[in-house]
């Protein structure tokens, strides 16, 4: 069905467009199945939600994790198939588990300060296929991760919403594995891919 779509997506675009390169064509297919991927793992997920009645708190749960890890990236599966089972048990099991675990707010806070120590030594990871190389790119990319930590930090302190402080202690917690050398190694993936593409350019 994925192929179908895009390989029709991808006609359409060089019949309207004949100006279109070989590579061209390739890095919008390449966009285009991440468009793809993404809408069928968000109507899965979400259906799972509603029927699960979980909606508002995993709407939360997300908007949290993408607001992070939009700055701080991290590693992807292998394939859509690991990216939707993934997905599907991180995103429906910490909202289970922020509705129904009570934990101090000292120990959120701790927890935040630990994350942001490591956001500093990891923050931004990138991926082989995407390999961050500017130096300034990756420093505008850690700073802006760690405010959002900040202000993640700072609705801690303030809010005594139990599930929203919850949510976004999972959520960085979550995100701090996703950009640690730990999680590439764990799923085979390569690591310091910047540094690795500007050693390749000499």
Request: contains cysteine; hydrophobic residues 50%.
């Amino acid at each position: 069905m994925k192929n179908y779509i895009l390989d029709n997506l991808i006609k359409f675009i060089s019949k309207s467009f004949p100006n279109y390169t070989e590579i061209q064509l390739k890095t919008i297919r390449y966009g285009l199945e991440g468009i793809y991927l993404t809408i069928t793992k968000t109507i899965i997920i979400f259906a799972i939600a509603i029927y699960l009645e979980i909606f508002k708190e995993l709407l939360i749960i997300v908007i949290l994790y993408n607001f992070l890890r939009m700055f701080s990236f991290g590693l992807h599966a292998n394939n859509s198939l690991s990216c939707l089972v993934g997905s599907t048990i991180i995103f429906i099991g910490i909202t289970y588990l922020c509705t129904l675990v009570t934990i101090t707010k000292i120990v959120k806070i701790i927890v935040i300060l630990i994350c942001a120590l490591l956001f500093i030594k990891y923050a931004p990871a990138d991926t082989k296929k995407r390999p961050i190389i500017s130096k300034k790119r990756r420093l505008i990319y850690k700073i802006l991760s760690l405010n959002v930590l900040m202000i993640y930090l700072i609705i801690i302190f303030l809010s005594n919403n139990m599930f929203l402080t919850n949510a976004i202690t999972s959520v960085t917690i979550v995100q701090t594995f996703l950009i640690s050398p730990l999680s590439y190694y764990i799923f085979k993936q390569p690591y310091n891919n910047a540094l690795e593409r500007r050693i390749a350019w000499g």
